[in-house]
């Protein structure tokens, strides 16, 4: 069974300040969800639009959805993942059912982390604590720490013999490719 990690991470105590490293808590995973070790993660403009109000969150929030990292432990009925796996949080879930993930035209699938429970997970509640505060999430990924917790379905494994440098693809790349394909019809 998995217990509290203590680790490092780059909060967000209030909106238009600087991140703080704080020591954290990070809770262990509940059904359905992995814990993952970050190892490298990337920033984007939308970490920013956060700070700035320009994108909703609530705080205290760590800020980074592009990643890489592996599993550190797995919770209670996730059956496609194991501890050890090289893995890239998905800032959006992919549950494979809903109308969104069925459709050839969209993949906003609905158990994205945006509305009601922004910032919190499946079962409404923060793995993340700090100073005895609770810390929220941003996507569904929080990245900007050491270790994170996401939902299974918001995992992509990746090939265990692919360079983990190699693995990094954030919004800048998949802005890039679907301007690139789908407005330059650049194939």
Sequence with gaps: MSTDITCKAAVAWEPHKPLCIETITVAPPKAHEVRIRT???????????????IFYSKFPVILGHE??????????????????????????????????????????????????????????????TCKGKTVYNLMGTSTFTEYTVVADIAVAKIDPQAPLETCLIGCGFATGYGGAVNTAKNH
Excluded: W, Y
């Design 67 to 128: 990643a890489v990292g592996v599993v550190e432990s797995v919770g209670p009925e996730v059956t496609s993942i194991k501890p050890g796996d090289k893995v890239i949080p998905l800032s959006i879930p992919q549950c494979e059912s809903c109308r969104a993930c069925k459709s050839s035209n969209s993949n906003f699938c609905a158990k994205n982390d945006m509305g009601a429970r922004s910032g919190l997970m499946a079962d409404m509640t923060s793995r993340f």
């Design 39 to 53: 190892l490298a993660s990337g920033v984007c403009g939308s970490d920013s639009s956060v700070l700035k109000q």
